[in-house]
């Protein structure tokens, strides 16, 4: 069955750096845009960036130019880089093929900044 593995979090302090991990199996990875999203605690899930079969790359506006999305089709796994971190970016993170499929969430990994 379709599976995302979301790893990669952790305590940062404000102004660092954290690469989060998504790997996936179950579906032909190559053949798939990858979604990241995020919720915090009392929010919304929230989209974070999408990167496209050919590796094009969307962001939402408060991660823009600080986060950056990548994909190995050879590991079947897509990064999110993410740089300049906010306490405001304190979320758990997610990852899966985006509204269209209704992929099961993952565990997720949880992403605190914090001083």
């Known amino acids: 069955q379709v599976q995302f593995v979301e790893s990669g979090g952790g305590l940062v302090q404000p102004g660092g750096s954290l690469r989060l991990s998504c790997a996936a199996s179950g579906f032909a990875f190559s053949l798939y845009g990858i979604y990241w999203y995020r919720q915090a605690l009392g929010k919304q899930r929230e989209l974070v960036g999408t990167i496209s079969v050919g590796g094009r790359t969307t962001y939402e506006d408060p991660v823009k130019g600080r986060f950056t999305l990548s994909r190995d089709n050879t590991k079947n796994t897509v990064y999110l880089q993410m740089n300049s971190l906010k306490p405001e970016d304190t979320a758990v993170y997610y990852c899966?093929?985006?509204?269209?499929?209704?992929?099961?969430w993952g565990q997720g990994t949880q992403v605190t900044v914090s001083s």
């Open positions: 899966n093929r985006g509204p269209l499929f209704r992929d099961s």
